[in-house]
């Protein structure tokens, strides 16, 4: 099967080709800052289940109000994700396959349709394209391999993701997202899947973020 790559220069221009779909705006209209927080991950199709592995995200927001209790929001940000066994942190481990992790880096650009239901609380729900750069993957026997030469992961990802936002303060946002891969991560050679009901590999994960306005 061929597998269509997305380079990060293209990602780019797909991004600021989104601004030209935007009306003119007055400027208050727009908001924006900085997010960071940590995620919990797991791969769905690989023998390992459970949000075991933790990760970092960080980037940048903009946020258009388009509408009373509505916006759009768009997010450069960097995330990690991948899968690992149960106690890979535990030093009595005494099973070969507690060695496995799988840690994949990925920039990510989510764009986002945001509702307000409560003065304080949003409801999200939006694509999150993004790109895999860099992925290394622990197996049972403690090697480390790069993800693409392990096996045939691929570089670009489409996810889903949905969640709620708490207003702390006029600057501050406390938030708990969740996301799950559309297209796959990799593709088992040949069909052969470790679980009939999953014959591709996908990306699962939680976060809890927090977004900092940097414009007032």
Known sequence: MKHYRLKPSGMLVFVSSLFF??????????????????TGSQVDGDNYGGYHKLNLAAGVYV???????????MEIKYEGKGAAAYNFFDPNRVTPNDMYRLALQYVEIPLLWMYDFHPRFSFHLGLQPAYLFKGTVRDQYGDVFNVFDYADFRKFEMAGLTGLSYRINPRIEGWVRFSYSITPIMQYEGGVATR?????????????????????
């Open 21 to 38: 779909f935007f009306p003119p705006v007055k400027a208050q209209l727009f908001e924006g800052g900085m997010m960071g927080g940590i």
């Open 63 to 73: 946020r258009l109000h388009t509408a009373t209790h509505r916006a759009i929001q």
């Open 196 to 216: 009939p009901w999953f014959r591709n590999l996908y990306n699962n994960g939680i976060g809890l973020c927090v977004y900092y306005r940097l414009d007032q």
